[in-house]
C-alpha cells in the first residue's frame, strides 16, 4: 500500500527524470573510481584494478535499469514512447487517419442520439414513483351527471366509482383529461394546455405539490370550488415565484383560486401548464369549456403483491358481473366486454402512452444499429489494410530483436489512439445530433420526459467502437507476427500478401458491409414510398391557400352573443374581396382532436357493430360555407344554413361514407337517424364528398355535420380561403376577428398546409432518418469496397506487372481486379435482399400503400448499390491497369 | 573473485543497508558497501552495483533520505541517512529475520 508521500516521491522521480538518472551514474562512477583505487593500494597495476573494480560492480547499465524499474515507471516511459510513435505514424497517414475517426464517430454519434431519443421515449420508466404500478383501465368511464337520460338502455360498462369501490385491487384511481383553455390577461391573452383531473389525480401518480396543496375531495365533486393547480414552470413564467395561493386566476371567463404549485418537471398529462379539477360524476359545466367533448383516461395503482394480469382479471369479473348473462343485443355489453379481453381490462400506463411510436421507434433503433454495424465493419477494414500494409515493417523489427510484446503494445497504442479519437469526435457529436431529432421529432413522437443524451449509450457505443478497433487493429497484426519474418521480409514489397486468412475476413468484411447496406436502403425505399404514397393520398378537401384560426368563447357567454360574433366574423371574411370562401367548423381536417362518435341509429333503429365497422359516426358543428371553403364537393341535396337554427327542424348534411354504410341501397336524402342516444330524429339534407378527418392513412369514417346555428359551440376554427399571402391572409382572419370582440384570444393561427404537414410530421421524420441513414450506409459500403479494391491494386502491382509483362492486356488486368468484387459484392446483394426480404414483415405496420416485398424496391436497391460500388471499383481498377511493368521490376 | 564468499541471500540487503546506517551515520554508496563488507569479515559478497537499486528502493519507501555532499578527497557524493521510519523497518526486518532463522536452524539442527 504505497503511501502518499511515496506516491509523491514518484511522480517526482517522473519529473526530474533526467536529473535522477545522471545522479545515479555520478554516484555509480564515484563507486567504482573508489573500489578501482582500494585495488591499486592493494598492488594491482592500474589496468587490472579497473578491471576487477568493474566487474565487482557488475554492469552499470543493468543496476540503471533495475534501479529505474523500482520507480516503477518504465511501462509509463514505454507507453509514452508507444503513443509518440503512434502519433507520428498516424500524422503520416492523415487519409487513413481522418477516415477512421470520421466513421467511427459517426457511428457513434448518430447511435448515440437515435438510442438517447428512444430510450426517453420508450425505455425511460415514467417520471412518477414506482410507475410500474400504474394501469389504465379500459372502457371505465366517468358517469354523467345526468347518465340515465343520456344512456336510456342503462349502463353498459363499469365507471370510475367500481374501480374505487376496488380497494384490494386498486390502491388507488383517477381519472384525467388534456384540454386547452384561455388565460386571460389585458396584455397578452393566451392558451394554456389543462390537465383537468379527479381529486386523487396527484396522490395516485405520487406527486405532491411544492408549495400550498392539490385538489380536495370537495372541489372534485360537482359544482364545487373553482380550485386551480399551476405547473412550476407557468408559476415562473407567470408570477415569478411569488407567493400566489390564493390568488385568483381567470380561465376562458371563470375565476379559478390558486391553490398550489406542482415541482419542476411535472406536467402530465400533455405538458400540461395547469391543472383544474375533473368532477366525479362529471357535468356539462366540465366538459363545456372544452368543445364539449373531454377524451378522459380512467388510471389506477394497483395495490401492494397485486399483479396486472390479476388487476386485469378482477376488472373484467366485476364488469361481467355488472353486464349480467349476454344479451346479444347489438351494440350492447357483450361487444364491450369481448373487445376489453383481448386487449386487457387493465393496461400498464407505460404501454398505453407508448402506444402507435413503439413500433416506429424500434424501426429507427433497428435502422441505426445497422449503421453502427456498418461504421464498425467499415473501421475494421481500413484497420485491416493498415496492418497488412505493416507486416513486413512488423517482421523486420522482429528481426531486429523487438519482443512480441514490445510489438503488441506498439499496434495496440495506435489502435487506441484512433479509437479514443473516434469516440471523442463522436461524443462531441452526439449532443448536436440529439438537438437535430429533438427539432425534427414532432411532440406527440417524443417521450413523457425530455430526450437526453444517455450515458449508458454513448458508453455502450463507444466500448463498441473500442472493441472494433482494438480487435481489428492489433488481431491481424498478431497473426502477422506469428509468421516466420524471415519469410515474410523475403517475399518483398507485397509484404506477404499470400499468408494468412486475411483476405478472406476482408471478403467477409465487405460483403456484411454490403448486405446490411442493402437491408437499409430497402427498408428506407419502403418507407420513402410509403410516404409517397400517404402524401399522394386525397384528403377530400383542398387545404392550399385556405388559413385557420382556433377561437374559445368564455364560459358564460351566451348562446345568442356567440353566435353574433361568429356570424359578424362571417360576414368581415366574406366582404373582404380578396377572401373567396370563409366559414367556421369546430374541428378542422387532420387537426388531431375531436375525435369522438356517437351511436347512430339510422331510422331509429339500433345497427350493430359488424364487418362495416362500429355504429357510430363523427360529429362536427359547421356553417354552409365550411364546405365551400375548404373544397368539399356537395354531391346531393343542400349544405347547411343560417336558417337551420334551434327552431328549425333539426338537419345535418353526411358525407358518402355514412350514406354508403346505413344507406347503401336508398336516397340517403330525406332519411333519418337518432345520434348519440338522442331521441330527436335528424333529417339528412345534404351528403357532401368524404374527408379524411383523422389521418390521411385511414378512410374516411362516416361524418356528420349538424348546424352551427343551432347550438353554436364554444369553441371553433374559423376558416378562409384566399390567393393572398399566408402571413396577410392570416392577419385578415385575425383582425375579422379581433374586429368582432377586442378581447378575443386567438391560437392554432396557421395554414392549412400546415395542419396537414404536422399530421404527416411523424411518418416524415421517421422515414427521413431512415432515408438518410441509407445515403450514409451507402457511401460508407462504397468507401469501404474503393479501400479493398485500391489496396488490393497496391498490394498486387507486382504481380500485375508480371502479368503485363508476360502480355496480359490493361482489359485483362482490370477484369481481374473488377472480377474478384463483382463476386463480393453481388454476394452482399443477394444476402442483403435475404435479410430484407425477411426483416421487411417488421415495417409492414410503418408501411402505407406498398408491400412489405415491394418488387420496385426489391429491383431496384441493389441498382442503386451497384452505381457507387461499380465506380468505386473502377477508379482503382484503372490504376492496375496503368501498372508498368518496369518500373515495377525497378521498383524490387 | 574469492569463491569461498557467500551470496547474500537474497531480500536481505535492504536489511543490511538500513543497519549499517541505523547507529545515525551518514556514509555514501562505496562506504556503505565497504561497511558491509569489513562487518561480516568479507564473508558476505555483494555484486556491488546492485547496491544501488535497493539504496533507490529504501528512498522510494521513506527509509533513508539522501544529500549530497563532499568526500575527503572534495568529490561529490550522494550521503544517505536512516529515517525513523527506516528504523522501524529494520526492527521488523530483523524480529522476522531472528523468527525465520531460528525455525530453519531447528529443522537443521539433529533431532
Not at chain 1, 429491383?859 to 511493368?885: E, F, N
Request: contains cysteine.
Amino acid at each position: 500500500m504505497p503511501s502518499p508521500l511515496e506516491l509523491v516521491r514518484r511522480l517526482r522521480y517522473l519529473v526530474l527524470r533526467d536529473r535522477y538518472t545522471a545522479e545515479l551514474e555520478e554516484e555509480m562512477r564515484l563507486h567504482i573510481q573508489h573500489r578501482e583505487a582500494r585495488f591499486r593500494e592493494r598492488g594491482l597495476a592500474p589496468g587490472a584494478a579497473r578491471y576487477a573494480a568493474r566487474r565487482q560492480f557488475g554492469n552499470p547499465g543493468d543496476h540503471q535499469e533495475r534501479s529505474r524499474d523500482m520507480w516503477g515507471l518504465r511501462w509509463l516511459e514505454h507507453a509514452a514512447a508507444d503513443v509518440r510513435f503512434a502519433v507520428r505514424r498516424l500524422r503520416h497517414r492523415p487519409g487513413f487517419t481522418v477516415a477512421t475517426i470520421a466513421v467511427a464517430a459517426l457511428g457513434i454519434g448518430a447511435t448515440t442520439a437515435v438510442f438517447s431519443a428512444v430510450d426517453a421515449a420508450l425505455f425511460r420508466p415514467l417520471p412518477f414513483a414506482r410507475p410500474a404500478e400504474l394501469v389504465t383501465l379500459t372502457d371505465v368511464n366517468i358517469p354523467f351527471e345526468q347518465s340515465t337520460e343520456r344512456f336510456p338502455e342503462g349502463r353498459h360498462s363499469l365507471d370510475i366509482n367500481d374501480a374505487v369501490a376496488m380497494r384490494d385491487v386498486f390502491a388507488s384511481t383517477a381519472a384525467f383529461a388534456a384540454g386547452g383553455l384561455n388565460l386571460s390577461d389585458p396584455t397578452n391573452p393566451r392558451r394554456v394546455r389543462v390537465g383537468v383531473v379527479t381529486s386523487g389525480f396527484f396522490a395516485t401518480l405520487g406527486a405532491a405539490p411544492q408549495v400550498g396543496r392539490v385538489f380536495t375531495g370537495d372541489e372534485g365533486r360537482p359544482h364545487g370550488t373553482h380550485a386551480v393547480v399551476l405547473s412550476n414552470a407557468l408559476w415562473q413564467q407567470r408570477f415569478g415565484g411569488e407567493n400566489v395561493i390564493g390568488k385568483p386566476l381567470d380561465l376562458s371567463g371563470t375565476k379559478y383560486e390558486i391553490v398550489g404549485v406542482m415541482g419542476p418537471g411535472f406536467n402530465f398529462p400533455n405538458e400540461s401548464d395547469l391543472w383544474v379539477p375533473l368532477t366525479v360524476p362529471t357535468t356539462d359545466e366540465v366538459f363545456a369549456p372544452f368543445r364539449g367533448y373531454l377524451p378522459s383516461w380512467v388510471i389506477a395503482r394497483v395495490a401492494p403483491g397485486v399483479s396486472v394480469p390479476v388487476a386485469s382479471a378482477r376488472l373484467l369479473a366485476n364488469w361481467k358481473r355488472l353486464a349480467g348473462p349476454p344479451t346479444g343485443k347489438p351494440g350492447g355489453v357483450d361487444e364491450f366486454i369481448a373487445e376489453a379481453t383481448t386487449k386487457g381490462a387493465a393496461v400498464p400506463l407505460k404501454q398505453q402512452l407508448v402506444g402507435d411510436r413503439e413500433k416506429a421507434f424500434v424501426i429507427l433503433m433497428g435502422a441505426t444499429a445497422l449503421l453502427l454495424l456498418i461504421a464498425c465493419s467499415n473501421v475494421a477494414n481500413l484497420l485491416l489494410s493498415d496492418a497488412a500494409s505493416r507486416r513486413r515493417e512488423v517482421a523486420l523489427r522482429e528481426l531486429l530483436g523487438a519482443t512480441r510484446g514490445r510489438i503488441v503494445r506498439q499496434l495496440l497504442a495506435e489502435s487506441v489512439l484512433l479509437a479514443f479519437a473516434g469516440t471523442a469526435v463522436g461524443f462531441l457529436l452526439s449532443p448536436a445530433a440529439l438537438g437535430v431529432l429533438r427539432a425534427m421529432m414532432p411532440g406527440d413522437l417524443a417521450g413523457i420526459a425530455p430526450a437526453e443524451l444517455n450515458l449508458r449509450v454513448l458508453a455502450f457505443a463507444t466500448v463498441l467502437a473500442l472493441v472494433t478497433g482494438l480487435v481489428f487493429g492489433i488481431w491481424p497484426a498478431l497473426g502477422t507476427s506469428r509468421n516466420d519474418p524471415v519469410e515474410t521480409i523475403k517475399a518483398g514489397a507485397s509484404g506477404g500478401a499470400t499468408a494468412g486468412g486475411l483476405g478472406g475476413l476482408w471478403r467477409a468484411l465487405i460483403t456484411a458491409e454490403v448486405a446490411l447496406t442493402v437491408m437499409l436502403l430497402v427498408g428506407s425505399g419502403l418507407m420513402l414510398r410509403s410516404l409517397r404514397s400517404v402524401l399522394s393520398q386525397e384528403l377530400g378537401a383542398s387545404a392550399d391557400h385556405v388559413g385557420t384560426l382556433e377561437i374559445s368563447y368564455p364560459d358564460g357567454v351566451p348562446k345568442a352573443q356567440r353566435l353574433r360574433t361568429i356570424h359578424a366574423i362571417l360576414d368581415r371574411l366574406s366582404a373582404d374581396p380578396a377572401i373567396q370562401a370563409a366559414g367556421v367548423v369546430t374541428d378542422v381536417p387532420l387537426r388531431g382532436g375531436g375525435n369522438v362518435a356517437f351511436r347512430v341509429e339510422a331510422n331509429g333503429a339500433p345497427t350493430s357493430r359488424s364487418a362495416d365497422g362500429v355504429p357510430y359516426a363523427r360529429m362536427l358543428e359547421a356553417s354552409g360555407t365550411y364546405f365551400k371553403t375548404l373544397g368539399i364537393p356537395l354531391l346531393r341535396g343542400r349544405t347547411l344554413m343560417a336558417s337551420d337554427d334551434s327552431l328549425a327542424p333539426r338537419v345535418a348534411v353526411i358525407n358518402m361514407a355514412m350514406a354508403k354504410r346505413w344507406w347503401a341501397n336508398a336516397d340517403p336524402l330525406g332519411q333519418t337517424f337518432r345520434f348519440g342516444g338522442d331521441t330527436t330524429l335528424i333529417h339528412v339534407v345534404g351528403v357532401v364528398g368524404d374527408v379524411r378527418e383523422i389521418s390521411l392513412e385511414n378512410n374516411a369514417l362516416p361524418q356528420v355535420y349538424l348546424p352551427l346555428d343551432r347550438r353554436p359551440p364554444e369553441n371553433l376554427a374559423v376558416v378562409a380561403r384566399s390567393a393572398l399571402a399566408p402571413s396577410a391572409l392570416l392577419a385578415r382572419i385575425t383582425n375579422a376577428v379581433h374586429a368582432a370582440d377586442p378581447a378575443q384570444a386567438v391560437y392554432n393561427v396557421r395554414m392549412l398546409d400546415d395542419v396537414i404537414a404536422t399530421a404527416v410530421a411523424p411518418r416524415r421524420t421517421n422515414t427521413m432518418l431512415i432515408a438518410i441513414f441509407g445515403g450514409i450506409a451507402l457511401s460508407l459500403s462504397a468507401f469501404g469496397v474503393y479501400g479493398v479494391v485500391s489496396y488490393g491494386v497496391s498490394r498486387r502491382a507486382r504481380e500485375f506487372g508480371i502479368r503485363a509483362a508476360l502480355g496480359a492486356t490493361g482489359r485483362n488486368i482490370a477484369a481481374l481486379v473488377g472480377g474478384e468484387m463483382a463476386w463480393i459484392v453481388a454476394l452482399g446483394v443477394a444476402l442483403g435482399l435475404g435479410g430484407a426480404w425477411a426483416l421487411s414483415r417488421v415495417l409492414a405496420s410503418q408501411l402505407f400503400g406498398v408491400d412489405s416485398h415491394d418488387a420496385v424496391t426489391f429491383v431496384a436497391t441493389p441498382i442503386l448499390l451497384l452505381i457507387p460500388a461499380a465506380i468505386a471499383t473502377i477508379i482503382p481498377a484503372r490504376r492496375a491497369m496503368r501498372v508498368s511493368p518496369t518500373e515495377v521490376m525497378r521498383a524490387e | 573473485m574469492n569463491s569461498s564468499r557467500d551470496q547474500i541471500p537474497p531480500g536481505t540487503l535492504d536489511m543490511l543497508v538500513l543497519k549499517t546506517l541505523a547507529p545515525r551515520r551518514e556514509l555514501h554508496g562505496f562506504e556503505i558497501a565497504e561497511a558491509i563488507e569489513r562487518t561480516s569479515n568479507d564473508v558476505l559478497q555483494v555484486e556491488e552495483g546492485s547496491l544501488y537499486p535497493a539504496l533507490q528502493r529504501a528512498m522510494i519507501k521513506g527509509w533513508l533520505v539522501a544529500e549530497w555532499g563532499r568526500t575527503a578527497e572534495n568529490r561529490r557524493a550522494r550521503y544517505y541517512r536512516i529515517t525513523p521510519a527506516g528504523r522501524k523497518q529494520l526492527q521488523s526486518e530483523i524480529a522476522a529475520y531472528h523468527r525465520v532463522s531460528a525455525a530453519i536452524a531447528r529443522i537443521l539442527s539433529p533431532a
